[in-house]
């Protein structure tokens, strides 16, 4: 999605320019004549950072400015103040009333590109960071939680499975075998979480992709013999495909839950097809097919939820995992799905400095 710039002048012609600039720059403009008109639109059009006149009729840009930082919703809205009065006081109260830059006119385009370059590349490291510490804290909630249920889980499960064991009332046996089921599904959950913690550091080293597919595939097959189905797994991988900035271990657990998503999703029998591809720009495909269940739309929007699951046994966190991964990878995850036919699940991967990796490290 292009970042959104919203461009305030009551100069016709300064905020023609300004918006062809940008416009040619990448970005999806907007427009407002005074400080009323940009208020406005600021809640129409949400934009990632604001350019601001000073001088306007009806509101000026200082008052527009203030109003903006004193509501939470806005704040956060980098704004950049034009104006054509240089002294030194007119900085220091642009600053003060919360301005992120300040440009003097006349002004370059070519600067004001820049500084919108550079205040959005700021923007992005500081939502991301937020981000982090949102997940860091929510992470050690979880954590907390999962390391008190743990031992009376254990406990739980050792018991009703020595219960179960001696117990030859059927009824009883029956409700043994349910809370030993409960008891199992709490466990995969705990393990998910683990796995999760593991997979927060990704340290990528140029590598060959398709060894991570065979080895995932090998992984899988091995877990298909334990299921009693009858599935087939193909791969089609591509030839020399460039290297890959990657980390092996963490790669192999993002397309294994993949994989075991598409075993789970057959029934009895069924077949599972494993691609590596180029694509025509310029990123390695690995396409996963299956022949499941598939999904609705409606159940795709989700699946990347955390604990988010239809299966009796499962967490909800194999795809929120592999979510993770492939972010980390600078890479792509889409699902495409078709109800009682089957899914394909196709990662992207950026070639290590392939160009549009470069593209993506300047913004
Ligand atoms: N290939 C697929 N075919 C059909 N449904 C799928 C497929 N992949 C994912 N899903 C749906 O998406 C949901 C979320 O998947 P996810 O892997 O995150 O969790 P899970 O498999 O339920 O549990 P676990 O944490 O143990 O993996 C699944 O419960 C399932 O409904
Ligand atoms: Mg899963």
Redesign the pocket.
Known sequence: MKPRVLAVDDDERNLALLMAKLEAEGYELGSARNGFEALEKVHSFRPDIILMDVMMPQMDGYEALRRLKSKEETRYIPVIMLTGRTEIEDKVMGFEVGAEDYIAKPYSLQEVAVRVKSLLRMRLLQNKLRETEKMAALGGMVDGIAHEIRNPLTAIGGLARRLADGETDPQHKAYTERIIKYVERLE?MLQ?IDEYKKILVSNLKPSDVNEVVMAAVKDIQEYVEGQGKEITVKTALMEGPPPVNLDYGNLKIALF?IL???V??IDKKGEITVATSPTIDQTIAVKIS?T????TPE?IRK?FNPF????FE???????ITYRIIQDHSGDIEVE?DKGRG?TVTVRLRPASSPSEARNRTI
């Open positions: 995969r998910r839950n075991q998503n598409s789970e999703a299956d499941g269940s598939g999904m159940e699946i988010q699951s239809s299966k499962g967490a909800g966190m194999g795809l929120t799905s899914t």
